[in-house]
């Protein structure tokens, strides 16, 4: 496809279930970024790729989230014992660079019951 | 660290009124400067950037931006709004030097007939 795509679109899971939520950026996108959108507000930075290399985990809100991208193109986000608070929508970008626009896909909506 | 102030939550009007959306950033520094445009279970999508050169950029569907240097701000303006322009409005910043944009918390713009 032409977009970033992810999956799933919707995930519903229970407290202390894994979790792993996919990108697959534009095809040739040197930059993949994950963000985090709780209801109500904007997008929160968690981490950044260039290529295969990630070079910002800043975001990450603790060590249950895992962030990898091996190959340089399709990346996964990994959240262990999933809690309550990680409910939220993650979102995935791409950029052909290192500056400019980022290129969104639609979201993975993460419930934890 | 750089923050993106959006103050205002919730901006109603009515339909072919004015609208302006306002954005203030804390960096001193030289910026990159975007809106972007999210409607309701979608991904965000770019509607404007300023990377150098004019400070007034014009974006998609109408809309237009001043970069304003001295007072840090980079206001989002339609001069006449559509229904169809319901939607959250996110303005990011990059920092020079830094490949991370920072989000503010967007605004809803909500348009009445």
């Known amino acids: 496809g032409a977009g970033v795509s992810q999956s799933p679109r919707y995930k519903v899971a229970k407290r202390g279930q894994d979790v792993a939520l996919r990108c697959d950026p534009i095809?040739?996108?040197?930059?993949l970024f994950w963000y985090q959108q709780a209801l109500g507000q904007g997008p929160e930075f968690l981490t950044y790729?260039?290529?295969?290399?990630?070079?910002?985990k800043s975001g990450l809100p603790s060590d249950r989230f895992f962030a990898e991208r091996p190959e340089g193109s399709v990346s996964t986000l990994k959240i262990q014992r999933t809690q309550q608070e990680d409910s939220a929508v993650y979102l995935c970008?791409?950029?052909?660079?290192?500056?400019?626009?980022?290129?969104f896909g639609e979201g993975s909506r993460l419930t934890v019951l | 660290a750089q923050s993106v102030t959006q103050l205002d939550s919730q901006v109603p009007v009515f339909e072919e009124a004015p609208v302006e959306l306002r954005c203030n950033y804390s960096?001193?520094?030289?910026?990159?400067l975007f809106w972007y445009v999210q409607y309701p279970n979608q991904g965000l999508q770019l509607l404007l950037k300023y990377l150098s050169g004019s400070t007034l950029v014009k974006g998609i569907n109408g809309f237009e931006a001043e970069f304003n240097k001295s007072q840090t701000s980079f206001h989002l303006r339609k001069p006449s709004v559509h229904i169809s322009d319901t939607a959250e409005y996110f303005c990011?910043?990059?920092?020079?030097?830094?490949?991370?944009?920072?989000f503010g918390r967007g605004t809803s713009l909500i348009v009445h007939p």
């Open positions: 960096s001193s520094v030289s910026v990159y």
């Open positions: 970008a791409s950029n052909p660079s290192t500056t400019g626009e980022l290129f």
């Open positions: 790729f260039q290529n295969e290399a990630q070079l910002d």
């Open positions: 990011a910043v990059n920092p020079g030097g830094s490949y991370i944009p920072t």
């Open positions: 095809s040739g996108h040197v930059s």
